[in-house]
Antibody
Framework: QMQLQESGPGVVKTSQTLSLTCTVS??????????WAWIRQPAGKGLEWIGR???????NYNPSLKGRAAISMDTSKNQLSLRLDSVTAADTAVYFC??????????????WGQGTMVTVSS | DIQMTQSPSSLSASVGDRVTISCRAS??????LAWYQQKPGKAPNLLIY???NLRGGVPSRFSGSGSGADFTLTISNVQPEDFATYYC?????????FGQGTKVEFK
């Protein structure tokens, strides 16, 4: 059973770069053609899709982030990464990594990490 | 972006009640609609995909329906473990977007 686990610094200073890693265990990221995504949730608020990367390397981002996000994957390490530049207090949130399913389940996120809290502070 | 609007934002229910949550998309999204359940401090958990397909292991008291741009999540015979926040999500176009959530509280 595949599991995802996010990790990161916890606190990032305003205007600096947030870097998060999602480590996949239980199976290889390359075992099939999945989409891997980052999603965030400010405290007490809803879910915001940040972007996704396909096994082929194709990437989509949320335009609301104005080019500040970069998603990558390293199948040799079984890791997904997120970099978010020029952070502000508005980027304070719980960040989740997630994986879609196959076939009909391609339309939803079947597996999620537990999430990691990131606070942006001056 | 496709906007997803849920109603109500919150509701109160008793164990055994039937609960319905609505989700409206800003355009037709065909079958690209999923529902998630989220409990405090936890990640969302997929319940239903493609409007009405129950994910394996999800109790049959959960059901989804709808078409076009209007969708409904129904929980029949609400159980104590069902008190949570529910989100709809569209996956027709990126950016994938979520409804603002509906919190189901104990009456």
């Amino acid at each position: 059973q595949m599991q995802l686990q996010e990790s990161g610094p916890g606190v990032v200073k305003t205007s600096q770069t947030l870097s998060l890693t999602c480590t996949v265990s239980g199976d290889s990221m390359a075992s099939d053609d999945y989409y891997w995504a980052w999603i965030r949730q400010p405290a007490g608020k809803g879910l915001e899709w940040i972007g996704r990367i396909y096994s082929s390397g194709s990437i989509n981002y949320n335009p609301s982030l104005k080019g500040r996000a970069a998603i990558s994957m390293d199948t040799s390490k079984n890791q997904l990464s997120l970099r978010l530049d020029s952070v502000t207090a508005a980027d304070t949130a719980v960040y989740f990594c997630a994986r879609d399913g196959l076939g009909e389940l391609r339309v939803a996120y079947e597996i999620w990490g537990q999430g990691t809290m990131v606070t942006v502070s001056s | 972006d496709i906007q997803m609007t849920q109603s109500p934002s919150s509701l109160s229910a008793s164990v055994g009640d039937r609960v319905t949550i609505s989700c409206r998309a800003s355009q037709t999204i065909y079958t690209y609609l999923a529902w998630y359940q989220q409990k405090p401090g936890k990640a969302p958990n997929l319940l239903i995909y493609a409007i009405s397909n129950l994910r394996g292991g999800v109790p049959s008291r959960f059901s989804g329906s709808g078409s076009g741009a209007d969708f409904t999540l129904t929980i029949s015979n609400v159980q104590p473990e069902d008190f949570a926040t529910y989100y709809c999500q569209q996956s027709l176009h990126t950016p994938w977007t979520f409804g603002q959530g509906t919190k189901v509280e104990f009456k």
